[in-house]
């Protein structure tokens, strides 16, 4: 008696969408769709080291404990 190989309708859609974006994706329709450009600059009047963070955060603290 030979058994019957199902392939489940949910696994074959889900290969059939997958591949068909791999296609496009390979074409180029999706050119530029998922890459992003970070546009930002950093001064070096805006670096922080650890131990300033760290003095800051102290002195935050310190501000807020006092009473005023």
Not at 10 to 34: D, M, N
Not at 35 to 48: S, Y
């Amino acid at each position: 008696m030979e058994t019957s190989r199902h392939i489940s309708f949910a696994i074959l859609t889900f290969t059939v969408l997958a591949a068909g974006a791999l296609l496009l994706e390979h074409t180029g329709f999706f050119t530029g769709a998922f890459r992003t450009e970070i546009l930002a600059r950093v001064d070096a009047g805006d670096l922080v080291s650890v131990g300033e963070a760290v003095t800051a955060q102290s002195t935050g603290a310190s501000d807020k404990a006092s009473p005023r």
